[in-house]
């Protein structure tokens, strides 16, 4: 999966340094290249800052042969904590989406009611031009039911309040209900409590745990919620504090564990309705289910990830700590709703400042928010073409048969365990475009509200409706389960990939470019997914997308965990900055589908002219800009390795790079034999 973040919330600008100059590779023979200027050489004739960019060989350091100039000239606009391909083309999508939300509202066309095309429509121009009727109507809400939440008295109108906020105002306010597939049955759909990792959208637990500058801030968001609710300042103040105080705690039951999980999917464990009354103790379950309405549960059950965490939040949802529980719904409403409390919450803006200054450009992101499923479908019929679905199609059909091809060649893994692999590959599903549309339906026109903040409220609790009406049906593997203008790409459990259209730019694809380059970019994307399936996680999956781990004969299991030390140990040796090394095994199931990716495109690809393009592009769409703090984190957060090293690491195991530039001892891309890894060999 391609993760591309930005980060939110900034107040001063951080300090960015060109990770590139500072990225290098240890434990494999990476050194410093300054020898005369070869076919394989280029000599950046630009300076960052005071670093001067040395003439680097491919075959000494590939990530900077083919990005140094560019990435040394390249800059981070504020507020930004990556630049490069993907940053470059979600800006481009995000043009785009204007262009698309804007020329619906200028189009003067009737369209069908209750579609996309009217929904988003109709919300776009209310929100542009009805900004003070929303932020009126938002304000004597807000004030209307913080009267009614200061006045709680008891857990039993607390709680109601909760499920008229779920039921009218589409926020969960306190555990994280969720229904969706389930990650141990596929074509199932299962009811989850979730690990609470955020409140209200910005603050994180962890960074709560962990340090004193995040709780201040949470404590100051808090205290001027509570001064807008009419609290003296003292009060104020001690309320803020006691709210801090329980979540802190909160954070404290929390199992970090499961939030960096290197699968996070088999993190879930079912709960029976009489166990979780056990964790609940004098919470009754019945009550919790009504607020989140999830009553009808045909599966005797409940998926829970953390269970110490739970168990808290239960404990807390008493009279006892009446008090700090209202600070948090009061806090929560307030930051859901934050696009139309600016003015009498001027301090909202701080924790989550405007995008684009025009009111146009930040309609359309904000639509895009709120209603992207429908924009999604209304971009995928604009932006994925005919000739991009024959061309992706034929390059899913010879990735597909590279896998084959790696399969079979599997020699040290049994016959069966082979045939259950090339099983899964053919059972493998492939969503691209849009999915299957929603069926629109003219009641969906009553989403659009008397005013922009009414058709918020409508939006968000139409998309928890949607999904507790999965329950007890069966997965519907069709629909897409990504957004089409999101650029990204996903590997689902249950054997399902998809590849956006959003991501379909160059350079990762470009219908009129060379077929080996579009296989460097996309192709690779692609490769990369199908390989998922295979990983150190996904390979405990079936061909059905089961959770089976005894799927594959202790015997091959062996071989599988010895190779996948090999491929933990491999990583582990790269370092950024000199100093910190990459988690081997925190990564180990994205290193895989990298490898696996290559050395599939390798089948595909086979001319060594051709697979020089295809190099040349693979290196390209990875070429990043990052802040070196961003960097650092990720280490230990990203289940990604770094970019330089997600090139280098690759190539450098990989024969035919070998070939194509003539790496030998002493080069810098150069590997012992002995130490390569791969995925299939």
């Not at 070869?38 to 300076?47: H, M």
């Not at 200061?150 to 105002?169: I, N």
């Not at 895989?592 to 495109?601: I, L, Q, T």
Request: proline share 2%; with cysteine.
């Amino acid at each position: 999966m391609i993760r591309m973040k930005k980060r939110i919330g900034k107040y001063t600008a951080l300090a960015v340094v060109w990770i590139m100059a500072f990225c290098c590779m240890t434990g494999c023979g990476m050194t410093a290249a300054d020898t005369e200027v070869t076919e394989n050489e280029k000599e950046s004739k630009v300076n960052s800052g005071t670093y001067a960019v040395q003439k680097t060989a491919a075959k000494d350091d590939f990530y900077a042969y083919i990005n140094q100039e560019r990435l040394s000239s390249l800059e981070l606009h504020y507020g930004d904590s990556y630049g490069g391909p993907a940053a470059d083309i979600s800006e481009e999508t995000d043009s785009e989406v204007y262009e698309l939300i804007s020329g619906l509202a200028k189009s003067g066309k009737s369209y069908e009611k209750g579609s996309s095309a009217e929904l988003v429509r109709d919300a776009y121009i209310q929100y542009v031009n009805g900004q003070e009727d929303a932020e009126q109507a938002c304000v004597a809400e807000f004030d209307r039911l913080s009267k009614r939440i200061c006045d709680a008295g008891d857990t039993d109108s607390f709680m109601e309040l909760m499920q008229e906020f779920v039921e009218e105002q589409g926020i969960l306010p306190y555990f994280d209900v969720a229904v969706g597939r389930n990650y141990y049955h596929s074509g199932e759909n299962a009811i989850y409590i979730e690990q609470k990792t955020m409140l209200s959208d910005v603050f994180s637990l962890e960074k709560l745990y962990e340090g004193d500058e995040p709780r201040q801030q949470m404590k100051l968001a808090a205290y001027e919620v509570l001064k807008a609710c009419g609290f003296s300042a003292e009060e104020a103040e001690e309320r803020a504090k006691k709210y801090v105080y329980l979540v802190l705690e909160i954070a404290r039951n929390t199992d970090y564990g499961i939030t960096h999980a290197v699968n996070p999917y088999i993190t879930f464990q079912y709960k029976t309705e009489q166990e979780l009354q056990t964790l609940f103790g004098d919470l009754p379950l019945e009550k919790i289910k009504k607020i989140y309405g999830i009553e009808e549960n045909p599966y005797g059950g409940i998926y829970v990830q953390d269970e110490g965490q739970l168990k808290k939040q239960a404990e807390f949802l008493s009279k006892a700590h009446i008090e700090e529980l209202k600070t948090w719904l009061l806090c929560e409403f307030a930051f859901k709703n934050h696009e139309y409390l600016g003015k009498k919450m001027e301090f909202l803006k701080k924790f989550i400042p405007a995008k684009y200054e025009s009111r146009e450009m930040s309609g359309a992101s904000y639509i895009n928010d709120i209603m992207t499923e429908f924009v999604g479908e209304l971009y995928a019929e604009r932006y994925y073409t005919p000739e991009m679905d024959s061309l992706i199609t034929k390059m899913q059909s010879d990735i597909t048969a590279g896998y084959d091809e790696l399969i079979d060649g599997a020699d040290w893994l049994s016959k069966e365990t082979r045939t259950g692999l090339k099983k899964k590959l053919h059972h493998m599903e492939f969503i691209k475009g849009a999915g299957k549309p929603h069926k629109a339906e003219k009641k969906d026109a009553a989403l659009i509200g008397e005013n922009a903040y009414d058709t918020l409220k409508n939006m968000r609790a139409k998309n928890y409706r949607g999904d507790l009406e999965l329950i007890g049906k069966p997965r519907d593997k069709e629909a897409n389960i990504m957004p089409s203008q999101i650029v990204n790409s996903m590997y689902s459990t249950d054997n399902i990939f998809c590849i956006t259209v959003a991501i379909m730019h160059a350079p990762y694809f470009d219908v009129n470019a060379d077929y080996a380059a579009n296989m460097g970019g996309l192709g690779m994307v692609i490769a990369h997914e199908m390989g998922h399936a295979f990983d150190s996680n996904c390979i405990e999956y079936n061909a059905e997308g089961n959770y089976d781990p005894d799927w594959i004969s202790r015997a091959d299991r062996e071989k599988l965990e010895e190779r996948m030390q090999s491929m933990k140990d491999y990583y582990s040796s790269f370092t950024i900055m000199d100093v910190y090394h990459v988690d081997g095994e925190l990564t180990c199931g994205e290193n895989y589908a990298d490898k696996g990716g290559m050395e599939c495109v390798m089948k595909v690809i086979t001319d060594r002219k051709e697979q020089k393009k295809l190099f040349e592009n693979y290196a390209v769409i990875w070429g990043l800009m990052k802040e070196d703090s961003i960097a650092i984190e990720e280490l230990t957060t990203n289940e990604h390795s770094p970019e330089r090293i997600r090139v280098n690491a690759v190539l450098s195991s990989t024969d035919e790079f070998y070939e194509v530039y003539g790496v030998k001892s002493g080069d810098g891309m150069y590997v012992e034999p002995e130490k390569r890894v791969f995925r299939w060999r």
